[in-house]
């Protein structure tokens, strides 16, 4: 099904427009037709008709054809042809007889009264008509045309000269109709393309401000509602970053209550108890720290970029990330082809690398190896990062970068915080990050960075 279009719909409701003037138009003419005699109220034909009568009665010949001329002449401006149901029909008597009368005329119609229009029926079938006498013999013209819808036709027929050009000239209206609305549409298509172009957190106003007051409106409605979300958006970072802070000390203050506490508990059951409690702070700890990173992220200023020697980085939060993966029995490989430079920030450089690898540790299965890939390429410099895990599934790919959404079928626990932690970092360097299944079926994360100089 064909998607609704604004330009169908100015052009369908100027059809309308065009097709409400031309039913008034043919009410005009079809009232007109009904009130005005036309042809039979035209004094000059009947007296050409009578002359022609009275001057040519000694050549009869002629006169027939002086009277054939008019009579075509009348039926190609008002009729059809020899079809007396939609022409008028001239009739011409003299001493009674008919001497003239075109084909298939109504002669059983005759008026009882000289020079007045009449409606006269005959068989069931209406005619209008008039006769007119000759003032110097007794010879009579008459005009009989139908009474019926069909004097309509006849009427339309007879104002041709102005009828024809509109019609002809309708089918050629609708380009120049399409182009003028095409052409009024020109700022609202400039504003479209500024909303288009707009990433998902750009809130400023837009620029594009039109001179056209109705596009305006909607210009500065749009602004508005940009205002009112960036305030909105705004209250819930500060919201969120304030919690983080004010969770982080209560959540230190526990996690070293606990660890004091199993020094001095033997008992194994309450130790594990604590190693349960330990484990949930572990957790919320993180959770609090990603909620920062996040926060600072989003809302981190337009800061020069510097030159980070990113080989060494992923070396040392490899080194850094290490307990973690012993502790979970899995094995990370580092595939590193050279130095390589990034011009970003370190502090989320660095937030970017945990979370990948964090992440591939966490969803790894015990003794699979991790491989981490870092190395120059056409679009700048690649860093992926591939695991053994479950994976994600194709569908999800594109969700999974929502801030707290997480794969339904997924067991492990998490916050939802990780990949959209690296989707803005990326974003602020410049770059670009993909999904893909890795060789081992699980997942891969690709990055791909702008390259950078060394420093100096």
Known sequence: ??????????????????????????????????????????????????????????????RYGVLREIDLALREDYGAGDDSDISTSLIVRSHGKVIYASAEAPLEVRNTLYDTNERITVDGRVWRSRTAKSPRSDA?????????????????????????????????????????????????????????????HDLTPLKSVPKHEELRNMVDCINDLL????????RERAFIADAAHELRTPLAAMRINVEALQSHVADAHQREL?????????????????????????????????????????????????????????????????????????????SLI??????????????????VGLHMAEQGVQLSVSDAGPGIAPAMRERVFDRFFRDPDQIQSGSGLGLAIVKTVVREHGGSVALDTSAEGGLTVTVILPAGKPAG
């Open 1 to 62: 099904m064909t998607a609704p279009s604004l330009v169908r719909r100015i052009m369908l409701a100027q059809l309308l427009l065009l097709t409400l003037l031309w039913c008034a138009f043919l009410t005009y003419v079809l009232w007109e037709s009904l009130r005005s005699p036309g042809l039979l109220g035209g004094a000059k034909v009947f007296d050409t008709v009578l002359a022609v009568a009275d001057q040519l009665e000694d050549r009869p010949q002629a």
């Open 140 to 200: 009579e013209a008459s005009l009989v045309m139908p009474g019926d819808a069909w004097a309509f036709f006849i009427h339309i027929n007879s104002r041709g000269y102005y009828v024809l050009p509109l019609l002809i000239s309708l089918p050629f209206l609708l380009l120049p109709a399409w182009l003028s609305v095409r052409v009024a549409l020109r700022p609202w298509s400039k504003v479209a393309r500024e909303v288009a172009e707009r990433g998902p």
């Open 227 to 234: 205002a009112r979300v960036r305030e909105s958006a705004g």
């Open 274 to 350: 604590l190693g349960g409690i330990l484990n949930s702070g572990n957790r919320a700890t993180r959770l609090v720290r990603q909620l920062l990173l996040l926060m600072r992220s989003e809302t981190r200023t337009e800061a020069p970029l510097r030159p980070v020697a990113f080989t060494a980085l992923v070396q040392e939060r490899l080194a850094a990330l290490s307990p973690l993966a012993t502790e979970r029995e899995v094995e990370l490989e580092l595939d590193a082809r050279g130095e390589v430079w990034v011009d970003g920030a370190r502090e989320g450089l660095v």
């Open 354 to 371: 945990d979370n990948l690898v964090e992440n591939a540790i966490k969803y790894s299965p015990a003794r699979s190896r991790i491989e």
